[in-house]
T-cell receptor
Framework: AQKITQTQPGMFVQEKEAVTLDCTYD???????LFWYKQPSSGEMIFLIY??????QNATEGRYSLNFQKARKSANLVISASQLGDSAMYFC?????????????FGAGTILRVKS | EAGVVQSPRYKIIEKKQPVAFWCNPI?????LYWYLQNLGQGPELLIR????????DSQLPKDRFSAERLKGVDSTLKIQPAELGDSAVYLC?????????????FGPGTRLTVL
């Protein structure tokens, strides 16, 4: 079975500072993908960043980077230079290999609040 | 490029009434998903379509939920009859057949309230 754990129900960060959102995962499949999505109050899930299980380097997308530690089964999201518009719910998700189709398994999410 | 479109955005119904949600995926996306998101939780997959074929409906409560994707484009998710516990956000997503990540693109969701 696949499982995603996000242990931080909520986080605060000061504007312009960096913040790390934790995510650990569990799977027996050697081939998998890890995603981070942002869900603002409007409800739409916005894709942020992707890390493949065989990728050698940590993924980066603008102010977002993924700290991928395969041995520890963690895939933490780092947001640099936080902005007020980053306040939202953040979900970590995992997609398994062929056996699991393209099914995404989501964590419970972390609410991020950016303070001015 | 237009995103995933869902309607209605909000729906309030009495229990035991039927309800239907509509989704129009991004043009050219062959894979379509319906997710259920309860308050304070992550989305959970209900059903996945590859074109017009439902390839994973193992988590769809088939006694009251049904879905269809005629012609492999738009999709409708139906609940009949609705129960109080069905109050949630219903998200539709689509993904292209070929993409580097097979990332899923989500619509804004339909927030259902069952009274």
């Amino acid at each position: 079975a696949q499982k995603i754990t996000q242990t931080q129900p909520g986080m605060f960060v000061q504007e312009k500072e960096a913040v790390t959102l934790d995510c650990t995962y569990d799977t027996s499949d050697p081939s998998y993908g890890l995603f981070w999505y942002k869900q603002p109050s409007s409800g739409e899930m916005i894709f942020l960043i992707y890390q493949g299980s065989y990728d050698q380097q940590n993924a980066t997308e603008g102010r977002y980077s993924l700290n991928f530690q395969k041995a520890r089964k963690s895939a933490n999201l780092v947001i640099s230079a936080s902005q007020l518009g980053d306040s939202a719910m953040y979900f970590c998700a995992m997609r398994g290999g062929m056996e699991y189709g393209n099914k995404l398994v989501f964590g419970a999410g972390t609410i991020l609040r950016v303070k001015s | 490029e237009a995103g995933v479109v869902q309607s209605p955005r909000y729906k309030i119904i009495e229990k035991k009434q039927p309800v239907a949600f509509w989704c129009n995926p991004i043009s050219g996306h062959n894979t379509l998903y319906w997710y259920l998101q309860n308050l304070g939780q992550g989305p959970e997959l209900l059903i996945r379509y590859e074109n017009e074929e439902a390839v994973d409906d193992s988590q769809l409560p088939k006694d009251r939920f049904s879905a269809e994707r005629l012609k492999g484009v738009d999709s409708t998710l139906k609940i009949q009859p609705a129960e109080l516990g069905d109050s949630a956000v219903y998200l539709c997503a689509s993904s292209p057949t070929r993409s580097p990540y097979n990332e899923q693109f989500f619509g804004p969701g339909t927030r259902l309230t069952v009274l």
